[in-house]
């Protein structure tokens, strides 16, 4: 008998797994080339995004940034590929990207003998504009991230009254003054709770800053110029365009109107039925019609509402119709979250004796906004993006200017250049918004 | 020792209007409709006031004069000395067709690219992102206007297709001719025309009905009720017996045999565009403005809709797709029975806020100058007539109307389809 075992008595050493289900040729097979459809579909795509990519590559490229014309440019083109076709002509984005960004804003709004080196006028160029948009990115930095320094927020609480005065100059006494508006409302409600009762004291705190609104601050405002002047030069609505005009309807329209949104959507989910009635009254109108009705009420009815005599700017009432769009929109999103909430949410605030507003405050709204952070922010990128209806009334955001562009005899007949840029820059701003939701997302995402 | 009192005496007091819960409701509704009914009033004097110092008093009788400008795309006859109400009327049904049009393409694309995003194909996954990220992230008036320029710029002219050796022909076995000037496409004729009807005379709304189509409509319907027996007698006969008779060719041939008759009977034919002088003639015109913003409102639209196709069958959780393999489905049974019945729930509230959208964003035909209603009530008549008020008041119900209706044969539709909880 020999002691030949038949029984394997150590472990194989582990093998290396086959070639064809590793690295590169293990995923392609996995995720190209796996069956007979698949594999099909892989070479028309891929078909597909070669013949794209070589004809928008070699467009976007091979392509001419100095000239002058439109004219120039092609025979630049010709000289050197032989062909005018396929190549871009970036020469016009060149020579108007200012116009594109800050439409007629004028970059040295002009003061009389005012003297900066050759240009005469009292700022540099598009000094306001520029200041304004970087105020905002402090003003936002620190409600989008909770890294940023709390101090930041003094910017946020000034900014609503800055920006005006930048973009649009004149006195710095009007905006003061209305900011002075929040602040007799405070004081009134401190100094008169005492004397004459809580809901008097809120009253009080209503009715005092609308009236300085509406009659004081005029006179007060003209008195203390008059007294000390500060004032830089002003700039006229119709001097608006490009896409400072583009944002800065987007951001009026997307600060004021999730506020007015969420006021809305618990006008909505309310018990008092004359409340409720107005809320759903007001926003099935306005989500029934398009913006561009809403826009043309803007254009040659709003005057007709107000007093007679009334001279609105354009500009503000175009920011009064896409607001009040906006608000609609936003109050559904926030309804969806109130609507999303469990029931024992509610119950719970009641249960702790929390009253409305201490409960829609601390218990309801926080997760409510929470859940409906997507919708929010789709929500803005729509907003956004529907800024550029206001071409159609006239104005002169980066789609009518385009028009514009195209109807001066250097650059008649280019179309592709200004779309391309204008579609990127609009999609740098939504791209940009909908990942930092994502972002937003997971970070608040408990997970529970 | 122990005095038992009463309970306090219910009586009411001026301020348990502020204080007491029971009332509060009531005054706050109470202040809110005064407000309301102020702001209104004011709102209301103001419009009078302003109005009667321009001299614009509201009124519409300026519906009832001549237009005096011209729709080229429309889908009744019409005249320049046709009345401003039935230019509203053409640019309403224009609005409807482009918007039932978009819709359908839009669904139809999104649910496509939709599933595709899903594919375990990497590239085709990819490219479907690229196309939903692009589409959403750019406005759609700028896809619109686009669509517009590459349909002008980079079509051939007419007389592109001229002489013996033309530079472009005529597409689809030359049936299709596609031009900048718009896509010339077939349309039926009928050589033994049974003709039309004439409704409503010559008033502002008249328009003709074909007899034609009618007589289509009735026999096509009648087939399909013919179908329907069939079917059922075979399923009747299969839960008797067991066996289910073959109905293929019957349900064939009852659904063409007498359409087919028909058509046959009343000539039917089709006409195809020619070029003839300096355009084509013949056949239907679709013109650029229409395919511009059909194409637009539906690939962006389409954007969307793949996203809430892909989110509604994503949430179908993997439990259900396993269960019916477990039951022994074969998979394209199981995405009809389990997996699509469960995401249509999810997929169509929002899809009808998609169809809605689309509708409204219709209006944006004016950028490109599609004759919708906004281009022909809130554009062309508003400058026209002076009649900012009114005009805009009754662009605002037409698409408060549409929008209305929309939501409540959807919100129909989607009680149907929704899950009975018990």
């Not at chain 1, 709390?150 to 800055?162: E, G, N």
């Not at chain 2, 009928?190 to 074909?210: A, K």
């Not at chain 2, 565009?273 to 229409?290: A, D, I, Q, V, Y």
């Amino acid at each position: 008998m020999s002691d030949v075992s038949f029984v394997r008595t150590e472990m194989l050493p582990q093998q290396e797994p086959p070639g064809s289900s590793v690295g590169i040729v293990g995923w392609a097979r996995a995720n190209l080339f796996d069956g007979v459809t698949n594999s099909v579909l892989t070479i028309i795509s891929l078909i597909l995004v070669y013949f794209v990519l070589e004809g928008l590559l070699s467009w976007t490229f091979q392509s001419v940034w100095n000239a002058s014309s439109l004219t120039e440019c092609r025979e630049i083109m010709t000289a050197t590929w032989g062909k005018t076709h396929g190549h871009a002509c970036w020469a016009v984005i060149n020579d108007r990207w200012l116009q594109l960004l800050y439409g007629f804003y004028p970059p040295y709004p002009a003061e009389p003998g005012v003297n900066f080196g050759e240009n005469t006028g009292a700022w540099p160029a598009y000094f306001r504009p520029n200041l304004s948009f970087v105020l905002l990115l402090l003003a936002v930095a620190p409600v989008l991230f909770d890294k940023v320094p709390r101090k930041l927020l003094i910017v946020t609480a000034v900014y609503p009254f800055l920006m005006p005065w930048l973009m649009w100059g004149g006195s710095i006494w009007g905006p003061v003054m209305a900011a002075a508006g929040f602040g007799i409302g405070f004081l009134a409600y401190r100094l008169l709770t005492p004397v004459i009762g809580g809901l008097g004291g809120i009253i009080a705190a209503i009715a005092l800053p609308v009236i300085w609104w509406l009659f004081l601050v005029g006179i007060v405002a003209a008195g203390l110029e008059s007294v000390v002047s500060i004032s830089i030069p002003e700039v006229e609505s119709r001097k608006f365009g490009g896409f400072m005009l583009s944002i800065l309807i987007g951001v009026v329209a997307i600060g004021c109107s999730l506020p007015i949104g969420i006021v809305l959507a618990l006008g909505r989910q309310s018990d008092l039925m004359i409340v409720k009635t107005l809320c759903v009254g007001f926003i099935e109108f306005i989500r029934g019609v398009p913006l561009i009705t809403l826009l043309f009420v803007a254009s040659v009815l709003l005057n007709v509402f107000l007093p007679p005599g009334t001279q609105f700017d354009i500009i503000l009432r175009v920011l009064i119709m896409v607001t009040l769009f906006a608000s609609a929109y936003m109050a559904e999103v926030v309804r969806g979250g109130l609507a999303a909430l469990p029931k024992g949410q509610y119950e719970g605030a009641d249960s702790l004796g929390l009253n409305y507003w201490q409960a829609q405050r601390l218990i309801i709204m926080p997760q409510a906004l929470k859940i409906s952070i997507p919708g929010i922010v789709s929500t803005f990128i729509g907003v956004f993006k529907d800024t550029t209806l206001v071409s159609i009334i006239g104005l002169l955001d980066p789609l009518g200017l385009s028009n514009a562009i195209r109807a001066d005899a250097a650059w008649n007949g280019i179309y592709w250049e200004l779309f391309a840029f204008i579609a990127f820059l609009f999609f740098v701003f939504c791209f940009g918004m909908s990942r930092y939701s994502m972002y937003l997302e997971r970070k608040l995402h408990k997970g529970h | 020792m122990t005095t038992l009192t009463d309970p306090p005496k219910a009586s009411f007091r001026l301020s348990m209007l502020i204080y007491d819960t029971r009332y509060r409701s009531m005054t706050i509704q109470a202040v809110a409709m005064i407000g309301f009914m102020l702001f209104a009033a004011w709102l209301i004097n103001n419009t009078m006031t302003n109005l009667e110092t321009l001299g614009k008093t509201p009124q519409f009788g300026f519906l009832l004069e001549p237009a005096g400008y011209d729709i080229n795309q429309r889908l009744l006859d019409y005249n320049s000395q046709d009345t401003h109400m039935r230019a509203s009327l053409l640019g309403l049904l224009n609005t409807l067709l482009v918007a039932v049009m978009g819709c359908i393409t839009a669904t139809i694309i999104g649910v496509l690219v939709g599933v595709l995003r899903l594919s375990k194909n990497w590239i085709v996954a990819k490219i479907m992102t690229v196309y939903v990220e692009m589409f959403r992230n750019v406005p759609v008036l700028l896809w619109i206007v686009l669509a517009m320029a590459i349909l002008i710029e980079s079509l051939p002219a007419p007389r592109a297709f001229r002489g013996e050796n033309p530079e472009a022909t005529m597409n689809l076995f030359d049936t299709v001719a596609v031009t900048n000037r718009g896509i010339y496409v077939p349309e039926p004729l009928f050589s033994n025309s049974l003709g039309n009807i004439h409704l409503l005379g010559q008033s502002s709304l008249r328009f003709d009905v074909s007899v034609d189509l009618i007589a289509f409509l009735i026999v096509l319907g009648l087939s399909i009720f013919g179908i329907t027996k069939v079917n059922a007698r075979a399923k009747h006969i299969q839960e008797t017996t067991g066996e289910r008779p073959k109905t293929l060719w019957a349900n064939l041939g009852l659904f063409f045999v007498p359409t087919g008759i028909l058509l046959a009977l009343l000539g039917f034919h089709l006409g195809y565009p020619e070029l003839k002088g300096f355009n084509f003639k013949g056949g239907t015109h679709m013109r650029n403005s229409l395919i511009a913003l059909w194409l637009a409102l539906s690939l962006y639209t389409a954007a969307f809709i793949a996203e809430i196709v892909r989110g509604g069958i994503l949430a179908v959780s993997h439990g259900q797709t396993e269960a019916a393999e477990a039951l022994g489905m074969r998979s394209g049974r199981t995405m009809r029975l389990v997996i699509l019945p469960q995401a249509l729930r999810v997929i169509i509230p929002p899809m009808i806020s998609n169809y809605l959208n689309l509708t409204k964003n219709s209006s944006l035909a004016i950028a490109v100058g599609y004759m919708d209603i906004t281009g022909t009530l809130g554009g062309i008549t508003m400058n026209q007539t002076g009649r900012e008020l009114e005009t805009v008041l009754m662009l605002m119900l037409c698409y408060l109307v549409i929008s209305l209706s929309i939501s409540m044969v959807m919100n129909w539709y989607n009680n149907r389809v929704k899950l009975v909880e018990r």
